[in-house]
Antibody, heavy 120, light 110 residues
Framework: QEQLVQSGADVKKPGASVKVSCKAS????????MHWVRQAPGQGLEWIGW????????NCAQKFLGRVTMTRDTSISTAYMVLSRLRSDDTAVYYC?????????????WGQGTLVTVSS | QSALTQPRSVSGSPGQSVTISCTGT?????????VSWYQQHPGKAPKVMIY???KRPSGVPDRFSGSKSGDTASLTISGLQADDEADYYC??????????FGTGTKLTVL
C-alpha cells in the first residue's frame, strides 16, 4: 500500500525559509511525479508545483517562482520542498501528493499534511 | 493563473441529487479533458472522486459522476448520503505542465 509521510509541524519567522519532507513507500518513487499543494486556514487548495523524482526536473505556479525549491533524494525515496522569504500569508497546511503523468491532475495518494506557521 | 470558480456552497436532502459547477477558461478546462474532483472532510487530506472529466477511480461509488461543457466542468452526486457532506474541489490541467484548483464548494446534507 503506497504511503506518503511528511515531516512535522513547523513555526518560522517572517523572512525565514522552511523545508518540508515527504517520504514515499509502497511504490517505485521514480515512477510518479511528486506535487506540492497547500491550504491556508479555512481556505481552498492551491497548487504549488512538482518534481520529477526520476530526473530532478521541476515546475511550479508562477506566483512561487523564485521562492520555492523542490528536490529529492532517490536513495531514501524522499521529496523536499523549501519555501523561502516566508510571509504571514504562507501559513498553511502543505501536502505532498503523487501524480502519474505531467498533464493529468490525478492526485491518487496524499501525505498527511504539514502545518507551517509563519509568525513573529 | 486564477483559481477556477465554484459556488461557495450547495445543499441537498438525503436521497436527492446535487450538481457542483467549476468554471474556468479556454486556457484550462476549455482546452483539455483533464479535470478531476476531490472530496475533503474536515482535517483530512483530499480524496480523488473523478478524473479525466468523468472517470471514477476504483472504490468510488457510481453515485458520483462528472461532465464538461465548454469552459465549465460539473460534478453530480446522486442519492445523497450524510457522509457526502464535505468540501469539494475541482482541478484542471492549465497547460505548460501546470495545474489549477477550484475555489471549493461546501456541500451540506440537510
Amino acid at each position: 500500500q503506497e504511503q506518503l509521510v511528511q515531516s512535522g509541524a513547523d513555526v518560522k519567522k517572517p523572512g525565514a525559509s522552511v523545508k518540508v519532507s515527504c517520504k514515499a513507500s509502497g511504490y517505485t518513487f521514480t515512477d510518479y511525479f511528486m506535487h506540492w499543494v497547500r491550504q491556508a486556514p479555512g481556505q481552498g487548495l492551491e497548487w504549488i508545483g512538482w518534481i520529477n523524482p526520476n530526473t530532478g526536473g521541476t515546475n511550479c505556479a508562477q506566483k512561487f517562482l523564485g521562492r520555492v525549491t523542490m528536490t529529492r533524494d532517490t536513495s531514501i525515496s524522499t521529496a523536499y520542498m523549501v519555501l523561502s522569504r516566508l510571509r504571514s500569508d504562507d501559513t498553511a497546511v502543505y501536502y505532498c501528493a503523487r501524480v502519474r503523468t505531467k498533464y493529468q491532475p490525478l492526485f491518487d495518494s496524499w501525505g498527511q499534511g504539514t502545518l507551517v506557521t509563519v509568525s513573529s | 493563473q486564477s483559481a477556477l470558480t465554484q459556488p461557495r456552497s450547495v445543499s441537498g436532502s438525503p436521497g436527492q441529487s446535487v450538481t457542483i459547477s467549476c468554471t474556468g477558461t479556454s486556457s484550462d478546462i476549455g482546452s483539455y479533458n483533464y479535470v478531476s474532483w476531490y472530496q475533503q472532510h474536515p482535517g483530512k487530506a483530499p480524496k480523488v472522486m473523478i478524473y479525466d472529466v468523468s472517470k471514477r477511480p476504483s472504490g468510488v461509488p457510481d453515485r458520483f459522476s462528472g461532465s464538461k461543457s465548454g469552459d465549465t466542468a460539473s460534478l453530480t452526486i446522486s442519492g445523497l448520503q450524510a457522509d457526502d457532506e464535505a468540501d469539494y474541489y475541482c482541478c484542471s490541467y492549465a497547460g505548460t505542465y501546470t495545474f489549477v484548483f477550484g475555489t471549493g464548494t461546501k456541500l451540506t446534507v440537510l
